[in-house]
């Protein structure tokens, strides 16, 4: 019987939570805990794996977003900050890709092995 009282209780307490989200336009308004940074003021939005950086001359903000979400915001990053957007590929997937390269170059069969004489 608890639990069904507190599941009830979890999911009256998530609705209401949305609905004044809804009425209070919390998602499109600057509320006074909120940073707000002009699109003048920015001299560059850099997308680095999974974090997004807002820079200005005086101060730079730093976003972190859950893993593989950059992939799908690159694109609408790009198209609303046009030349100010920049990405940056990992320096571990570049030296990865370096990797795999260099073992395509060489046959498996020579690779590793030491002459016996």
Same mark, same amino acid.
């Given at each position: 019987?608890?639990?069904?009282?507190?599941?009830?209780?979890? @999911?009256?307490? +998530?609705?209401?939570?949305? !609905?004044?989200?809804?009425? %209070?336009?919390?998602? +499109?308004?600057?509320?006074?805990?909120?940073? #707000? *940074?002009?699109?003048?003021?920015?001299? @560059?939005? $850099?997308?680095? =794996?999974?974090?997004?950086?807002? *820079?200005? #001359?005086?101060?730079?903000?730093?976003?972190?977003?859950?893993?593989?979400?950059?992939? =799908?915001?690159?694109?609408?990053? /790009? !198209? *609303?900050? &046009?030349?100010?957007?920049? +990405? %940056? #590929?990992?320096? $571990?997937?570049? %030296?990865? /890709? &370096? =990797? @795999? !390269? #260099?073992?395509?170059?060489?046959?498996?069969?020579?690779?590793? =092995?030491?002459?016996?004489?």
């Amino acid at each position: 019987m608890g639990g069904i009282t507190g599941f009830s209780l979890q @999911e009256f307490l +998530t609705q209401r939570m949305r !609905n004044k989200m809804g009425s %209070e336009m919390q998602l +499109t308004s600057v509320g006074k805990s909120d940073i #707000e *940074i002009a699109y003048d003021d920015l001299s @560059e939005v $850099r997308l680095v =794996k999974s974090r997004l950086y807002l *820079i200005t #001359e005086t101060s730079s903000l730093s976003a972190s977003f859950p893993r593989g979400y950059s992939r =799908k915001m690159k694109p609408m990053l /790009a !198209n *609303i900050f &046009e030349s100010k957007f920049t +990405t %940056e #590929e990992s320096i $571990r997937a570049v %030296e990865a /890709a &370096e =990797k @795999e !390269n #260099e073992k395509s170059q060489h046959s498996r069969g020579d690779r590793g =092995k030491l002459s016996r004489r």
